[in-house]
C-alpha cells in the first residue's frame, strides 16, 4: 500500500503563487508516473501537470508558463505562480506505481480576486 501525503494548499490571492507537495510513502516498488490533478465544484476533474520516471513533464495547455512539476525521489511537487480565481479547486496528487494507482485525499486553493 502506498499513502500520500499533500499539503501546500490555502489561501492567496490573484496573482500569488502557492507550492503544492505529495509525498509518497509506504510499500513503494517504482513510481512511473506522478500527477496533479484538479477538481472545482460542479466540475469534472482534469489533468494539471505529471511527471514520469526519467523526468518527462506534461502539462493542461491553459496552464502552461504558470506551473511547474518536480520530483524528488517520491515526492511531487507543484509550483503555481499568478494565480487567478479560476484556479481555484481541490487538487489531488496521483501516483501511478508498479503495482497500483493511488490518490491522496486533495489540499485546497483558494484564490481570492
Known amino acids: 500500500q502506498v499513502r500520500l501525503v499533500e499539503s501546500g494548499g490555502g489561501l492567496v490571492q490573484a496573482g500569488g503563487s502557492l507550492r503544492l507537495s505529495c509525498a509518497a510513502s509506504?510499500?513503494?516498488?517504482?513510481?512511473?508516473?506522478m500527477s496533479w490533478y484538479r477538481q472545482s465544484p460542479g466540475k469534472q476533474r482534469e489533468l494539471v501537470a505529471s511527471i514520469t520516471s526519467d523526468g518527462t513533464t506534461n502539462y493542461a495547455d491553459s496552464l502552461k508558463g504558470r506551473f511547474t512539476i518536480s520530483r524528488d525521489k517520491n515526492t511531487a511537487y507543484l509550483q503555481m505562480n499568478s494565480l487567478k480565481p479560476e484556479d481555484a479547486a481541490v487538487y489531488y496528487c496521483?501516483?501511478?506505481?508498479?503495482?497500483?494507482?493511488?490518490w491522496g485525499q486533495g489540499t485546497q486553493v483558494t484564490v481570492s480576486s
Open positions: 496521483n501516483v501511478q506505481e508498479t503495482f497500483g494507482d493511488y
Open positions: 509506504g510499500r513503494i516498488f517504482r513510481i512511473n508516473k
